[in-house]
């Protein structure tokens, strides 16, 4: 999205070679709706030994898209004050968008949320074309390689998941002052999990459209963790605040 203000299309199509280079050998299915995105996956593709497939997904056609006008209403009706006084209010999810809704305006902001909701929804598509028993199946961002040496396991190719749980990292954001369980710029399950995790995030999605809160992808999956915390798994956390707690820890003795 050229005109969102979190983060240019030029910051994006930076990160996206270090990307294929952390998915080398993978098999790889890009969504995209720019044809420079596409062209940057191609070239790293080929660089890194990735079986590519590119789908055309204009951003009126994602599945996210119907939610999206509610989703803005909702930032756009949340009361900012009270987050303001909450702990650590720097990291409250609520304010961090209405900053971006209020930079980059409504219509980039339809945009952005409208991807942000649709990563299960394609996922769990995805995953019903090829359901095959203990096939994986991952979302990554297209900029996921900026958290490359930030968390701890960070190389997720290296990891062992469980086929039981989806796989997926920390997040140190916060929704009405509460941490949030998880990173969706990393998702990782087996075709059953997907279905499972989509069926609780469309009904939670269908709730949180209705809320004076600037609701996104991770608000709700984390309305999905706390109700199903066995349905996923933490691979690891952000190094900061790892550093943090042991800071802490050593401040004390």
């Not at 596409?38 to 119907?66: D, K, M, N, W, Y």
């Not at 086929?163 to 954001?173: F, Q, V």
């Not at 009405?176 to 989509?198: D, Q």
């Amino acid at each position: 999205m050229r005109e969102n203000t979190k983060r240019s299309g030029t910051t994006y199509l930076k990160y996206i070679d270090r990307t294929c280079r952390m998915l080398g050998g993978a098999e790889l299915v890009v969504f995209y709706a720019q044809d420079d995105v596409r062209a940057a996956f191609e070239a790293g593709a080929a660089r890194h030994g990735i079986a590519l497939s590119c789908r055309r997904v204009p951003i009126a056609e994602l599945p996210g898209t119907p939610y999206a006008a509610e989703l803005l209403a909702g930032c756009q009706a949340m009361d900012p004050e009270p987050l303001r006084a909450l702990p650590d209010a720097r990291r409250e999810k609520g304010l961090r968008h209405l900053r971006e809704l209020n930079q980059s305006g409504p219509e980039a902001y339809l945009s952005v949320v409208a991807i942000w909701v649709s990563k299960v929804l394609l996922m769990d598509a995805l995953a019903c074309e090829r359901d095959e028993p203990g096939h994986r199946f991952t979302w990554v961002d297209a900029s996921v390689s900026r958290f490359r040496h930030k968390r701890q396991r960070w190389n997720f190719m290296a990891q062992r998941m469980p086929n039981e749980a989806m796989a997926h990292y920390g997040n140190l954001m916060r929704v009405n002052g509460v941490r949030l369980p998880l990173n969706a710029s990393f998702l990782s399950a087996t075709a059953p999990i997907w279905h499972k995790v989509c069926e609780r995030f469309e009904a939670k999605l269908k709730s949180a459209i209705s809320q004076e809160y600037a609701h996104d992808e991770e608000t709700i999956l984390a309305l999905c963790h706390a109700e199903t915390p066995d349905l996923f798994y933490t691979l690891g956390d952000m190094h900061g605040l790892i550093r943090r707690k042991l800071a802490n820890i050593t401040g004390s003795l």
